[in-house]
């Protein structure tokens, strides 16, 4: 059975489209990224999801359950960390975390036991008796997120949690979430950050203009959208008139600041081209890398072929 | 526990910080203390309910009708607050509905209403214990004025927080109505003596009821014209109440 099904969910503000006929399915124990720029729907999605607005059509069911019919049921089985910063602000970090387990209903000596543990697991127990209003907004997040873990849940939705971590503490949750799914856990999971959903997701949809654009493992995106590898030039300075001449070559971009791109599956010729291109332009190769080309190159390039215009 | 008390229960926890406190109990004892008996010698006696009441006795017990609405002020800050910071999305998308949310929240004033009334009345009880007429007719009227005036004054407080978004607008905004609920009605002096207009505003003002209603409960003088202002109080409470829930229902998320 999957832990989300959604069919044809639409959703409309004054007219226009928010969500149109979106429909998508996630299984259990997996990582599902949901993806998009802004405004693409992606926040109107999951509180739909989460039984926070009800859809003007279409059917959502969650962990079997009828959310439009039934939210209340829906809402006791889910852990939302929403987008906004939530927090009461005269809280100290362990109060907040004791306080939000009874609100869930769990038992006293249960919820000072997780309290504690998240505290040790999320590195919170220099900060435990601060105020919630005197934190950081990387702490702050770090609270927000493992306050969610203070209630049992079969399905947890995630909307940029990382957003305001510095690069170690955004590890460190990812790598607890993963741990996390190992358990059982379903993820929903909303990110701007490639890298992220590279790391974190079994699967992916992404969105734009309140449509499902295309969904498929990290892995199938990169095959189905990128073009094989990325080689990239750093000159020692941005020569005049060398972008015009690189323009023809296929798979070429120069990015200001003296960097040559070229994306191709099989990136020699380009490569040679562009050697050709650059000989008594007066510019000298500095650094020369070969990669793999990123999802975060396979979505931009998805975005660009959609972008009016193009 | 049922969500409700749950919730009321997480509500009653982030409303007593220290300079809640201090506002609850700190400034009401220097009302009754130092302006009572600082204004004693002036004001010589109050007529209430056939015999004369003297000044810190009427005062004290205006300040317990005072008392509950400022401690209803915390309803509207709570729901301000829960906006602001992200609390209401949160409890909406637990295992709440917005009609818990209501309810703890009118639990909530009630509680802290009751509670704050009683801490008045037991720091004002040796002030007026000459004159307190206490009976089983009487502390039912006391308790209703307590709780009727906490869901009146909760309830407008929640509207205004459901309608303002900015801090400065809804401070501005909050003390400005409470500042001419508190000086335009008879908690702080009669409405007899007082010029024509101004006494005609006090019975415009619903804190006026409340602060009669409390007194007639305190001091035993239950008359036809008491018993219109608790009907006024409860018919004005439960509209406003019915609004405040109206509006909260419809609150965007």
């Known amino acids: 059975m999957a832990c989300i099904r959604a069919a044809g969910l639409t959703k409309s503000y004054g007219g226009t489209a928010a969500v149109d006929g979106v429909s998508l399915s996630v299984e259990p124990g997996r990582v599902f990224g949901f993806l998009g720029p802004n405004g693409a729907g992606k926040s109107t999605m999951i509180k739909m999801l989460t039984t926070l607005v009800r859809p003007d059509s279409g059917s959502i069911e969650i962990l079997g359950i009828d959310a439009v019919a039934e939210p209340l049921r829906v809402r006791r089985r889910i852990g939302v960390v929403l987008q906004q910063p939530s927090y009461e602000p005269t809280l100290s970090v362990e109060n907040a975390l004791e306080k939000y387990g009874m609100m869930w209903g769990v038992p006293r000596d249960e919820r000072k036991r997780r309290a504690a543990r998240l505290m040790d697991e999320f590195g919170l127990g220099d900060i435990k008796h601060k105020r919630n209003e005197d934190l950081s907004i990387g702490q702050r997040r770090r609270v927000q997120v493992a306050r969610e873990f203070m209630h049992e849940m079969d399905l947890l939705f995630l909307d940029e949690p990382t957003v305001g971590l510095d690069p170690s503490a955004r590890r460190d949750l990812l790598d607890y979430l993963k741990e996390r799914t190992g358990g059982g856990l379903t993820i929903f999971y909303t990110t701007h950050i490639l890298t992220e959903a590279e790391y974190l997701c079994d699967e992916i949809a992404v969105i734009d203009g309140g449509r499902i654009h295309t969904t498929g493992t990290p892995d199938e995106l990169r095959r189905r959208f990128g073009s094989g590898r990325t080689v990239r030039l750093r000159l020692d300075t941005e020569a005049p008139g060398l972008a015009a001449r690189l323009s023809g070559i296929p798979g070429c971009e120069a990015l200001p600041g003296g960097t040559v791109v070229i994306r191709s599956e099989s990136p020699e010729e380009a490569l040679r081209l562009v050697l050709g291109a650059l000989d008594g332009s007066g510019a000298k190769i500095e650094e020369i890398s070969a990669e793999p080309e990123t999802l975060e190159d396979a979505f931009l390039r998805m975005m660009r072929k959609d972008a009016p215009g193009s | ?253």
């Open chain 2, 1 to 253: 526990m049922h969500p409700v008390l749950r919730l009321l229960r997480r509500n009653v926890t982030i409303s007593l910080n220290p300079g809640f406190l201090i506002w609850q109990i700190i400034f009401p004892l220097v009302y009754i203390f130092v302006a009572g008996f600082a204004y004693a010698p002036l004001i010589s006696g109050v007529p209430l309910g056939g015999r004369d009441l003297d000044y810190p006795a009427f005062l004290a017990s205006g300040m317990i009708g005072f008392n509950i609405m400022n401690s209803t002020l915390v309803s509207g800050i709570i729901i301000w607050n829960d906006r602001r910071h992200g609390m209401f999305e949160q409890i909406m998308s637990g295992p709440f509905t917005r009609a818990h949310y209501i309810l703890a929240n009118i639990g909530t004033i009630g509680v802290i209403g009751l509670a704050s009334a009683s801490l008045i009345a037991a720091v004002g009880y040796p002030v007026f214990f000459e004159s307190a007429e206490f009976s089983l007719y009487t502390i039912p009227v006391v308790a209703f004025g307590a709780v009727t005036g906490s869901i009146l004054f909760g309830s407008l407080a929640s509207i205004i927080s459901t309608r303002l978004r900015s801090s400065e607008g809804f401070n501005v905004v909050i003390n400005t109505v409470f500042l001419f609920f508190a000086f335009v009605s008879t908690a702080f002096y009669p409405a007899e003596g007082a010029p024509e207009p101004l006494r005609t505003a006090f019975f415009l003002n619903p804190l006026t009821y409340l602060v009669d209603v409390i007194r007639a409960g305190v001091f035993g003088g239950i008359t036809e014209f008491v018993l219109v202002e608790m009907a006024v109080l409860a018919c004005v409470a439960a509209a406003l109440f019915v609004a405040a829930s109206r509006l909260l229902t419809k609150l965007d998320l």
